[in-house]
């Protein structure tokens, strides 16, 4: 690399300003009209020995510098004993955010930004410091602007409304607009609305609805009697039903046994068994379940797969059901199907508390890849026969 190459110039100016840009400080600066120009920018010039070892270069380096629009290149005067006094720069400077616009081409997205600026000053002025900090983000979204600003004005007329996103009636805004910029708005409304109108407890895009008071789809579960005995309807004993939440919180099937799965053909195929009763579980997200007090009285068994997610789960689902028993889950099961082996994709690598010590052992083998690189047996790759024995061994023991 030319010692050259070291010196500051116009394109190494340009990227300080194209950082200051990327990290949104310019824009900012229209929001807190607070100004940090002049602004000085860094300059590497030439040694004292490259002065005069490269005399010609220097002279280039320095026109070019002085000849850059929208820069102003402070000088002083060096003293060399070969060549005598020369003006040499010491300093560079933008001395307007103007000047910084324009030489990173970005004045028209400053005008754009400055509308912006100015309408949530009109409307909301309380999202200005989110409009400071997130000035890029908020650029992205000018087209939307207008729209986000009135729908939580409408929120704010309408605070927990009881109602679906559906029907919230504001010109020009589709309740798909709302879902699709649920994490800005979450953002601006926390600011926005009083605490007593936010339920804290719901997070995230999925706990939109419930933290701001809408109704929400209701949770439905997937379940089915595995004991004729206990039919979930008359006459219906192998019935496949789905139920919203409530309905489900509400229902008494007084067996002694709940099982839950993850795989849906395991759903279906899974032995019928005395006083049981079988739910899919699809995945993460078990707080509908922690609504049914009959559910604390059974004995509750989780099926997931051999893998950190699949413990993972198991570890939520004991959040709200502390007694929860994992089934075939354990390195017996494991080793039996070497075989059928496969990988996991991206392993969870946080501690999960309510395991226990058997559990657990396996879960930090997993990890830790000490077995074989993130491993995983899928639970329909269990023999099936393997299933029926552990399901009789625990009817045997009752």
């Given at each position: 690399m030319s010692r050259k190459s070291t010196w500051t110039g116009p394109r190494e100016l340009r990227e300080q300003l194209q950082r200051l840009w990327d990290r949104g400080e310019l824009l900012k600066e229209i929001v807190t009209e607070e100004s940090s120009f002049p602004r000085r920018l860094t300059l590497n010039g030439p040694s004292s020995a490259q002065l005069a070892e490269r005399f010609e270069r220097v002279r280039v380096w320095i026109a070019e510098l002085c000849a850059l629009p929208h820069y102003r290149v402070e000088l002083h005067e060096i003293r060399h004993r070969l060549l005598g006094a020369n003006l040499v720069p010491k300093a560079v400077w933008v001395d307007s955010l103007e000047d910084a616009l324009t030489l990173l081409g970005k004045r028209r997205e400053a005008a754009r930004f400055r509308e912006l600026v100015e309408l949530t000053r009109q409307c909301q002025p309380e999202l200005l410091p989110w409009l400071a900090a997130r000035?890029?983000?908020?650029?992205?979204?000018?087209?939307?602007?207008?729209?986000l600003l009135a729908v939580v004005a409408w929120i704010e007329a309408h605070p927990r409304p009881g109602i679906y996103l559906r029907q919230v009636d504001i010109p020009g805004v589709h309740s798909k607009f709302i879902e699709a910029h649920r994490g800005v708005l979450s953002q601006w409304l926390d600011r926005l609305m009083p605490s007593q109108a936010v339920d804290h407890t719901a997070v995230g895009v999925t706990?939109?609805?419930?933290?701001?008071?809408?109704?929400d789809k209701p949770q439905r579960i997937r379940l089915r009697a595995l004991d004729p005995a206990h039919a979930l309807l008359p006459g219906l004993s192998e019935a496949d039903l789905t139920l919203d939440a409530d309905s489900f919180a509400r229902?008494?099937?007084?067996?002694?046994?709940?099982f839950i799965t993850e795989n849906e053909i395991n759903y279906l195929a899974f032995p019928p068994l005395s006083d049981s009763l079988l739910l899919f579980?699809?995945?993460?997200g078990f707080e509908v379940l922690a609504e049914a007090e009959w559910l604390q009285r059974c004995h509750v068994?989780?099926?997931?797969?051999?893998?950190t997610h699949g413990f993972a789960i198991l570890d939520q689902l004991r959040g709200c059901l502390p007694r929860a028993r994992s089934l075939l889950m354990d390195r017996g099961t494991l080793l039996a199907f070497e075989a059928q082996w496969g990988q996991e994709e991206k392993q969870i690598q946080r501690d999960l508390p309510r395991l226990d010590a058997e559990e657990r052992s396996l879960y930090d083998a997993l990890r830790d890849n000490r077995i074989r690189v993130n491993l995983r047996l899928e639970q329909e790759r269990i023999g099936f026969g393997w299933?029926?024995?552990?399901?009789?061994?625990?009817?045997?023991?009752?």
């Open positions: 000035s890029r983000k908020a650029l992205a979204l000018a087209q939307d602007w207008e729209r706990g939109f609805a419930r933290r701001y008071g809408f109704r229902l008494q099937p007084r067996v002694r046994r709940v579980g699809a995945g993460y068994h989780y099926w997931g797969d051999i893998d299933v029926e024995n552990a399901l009789e061994a625990m009817a045997e023991d009752g």
